[in-house]
C-alpha cells in the first residue's frame, strides 16, 4: 500500500507565498519523477513542475521563476515553494509521484494525491 498526501495550501493574498508539501509512504521501493499538477474550474489538468531522482526539475513555461520544487528524499517528500502568487494561480493542486514498490521493484506505476486547494484573492 502507498499513500500519497499533500498539505499546505490555504488562502494567500495576491503576491504572496505558500510552500506546498507532499509526502509519500508505505512499501516504497524506489521513487523515481515527483512532479505537482494543477487544476482550475473549468480547466483541464496541468504540468507545474517536475523533479527527477537525480534532482533534475522541469517547469511549466508560465511559473516564470515563481516557483521553486524540490525534493527531500529521506522523507520521500517534495515540495512546492510558491511566490510571487497570482489571482490565475488559483486552483486544487495534485501531487503525482512515479514509484516502484518493494512487493514490485521492476515495476513503476504513478501515485497522485488527494489535491490540496489554494485561492489567491485579496
Known amino acids: 500500500q502507498v499513500q500519497v498526501v499533500e498539505s499546505g495550501g490555504g488562502l494567500v493574498q495576491p503576491g504572496g507565498s505558500l510552500r506546498l508539501s507532499c509526502a509519500a509512504s508505505?512499501?516504497?521501493?524506489?521513487?523515481?519523477?515527483m512532479s505537482w499538477y494543477r487544476q482550475a474550474p473549468g480547466k483541464q489538468r496541468e504540468l507545474v513542475a517536475q523533479v527527477a531522482i537525480e534532482g533534475n526539475t522541469n517547469y511549466a513555461d508560465w511559473v516564470k521563476g515563481r516557483f521553486t520544487i524540490s525534493r527531500d528524499n529521506a522523507k520521500n517528500t517534495v515540495y512546492l515553494q510558491m511566490n510571487s502568487l497570482k489571482p490565475e494561480d488559483t486552483a486544487v493542486y495534485y501531487c503525482?509521484?512515479?514509484?516502484?514498490?518493494?512487493?514490485?521493484?521492476?515495476?513503476?506505476?504513478?501515485?497522485w494525491g488527494q489535491g490540496t486547494q489554494v485561492t489567491v484573492s485579496s
Open positions: 508505505g512499501s516504497i521501493d524506489t521513487i523515481y519523477t
Open positions: 503525482d509521484v512515479d514509484l516502484s514498490t518493494v512487493q514490485a521493484p521492476i515495476l513503476t506505476r504513478r501515485y
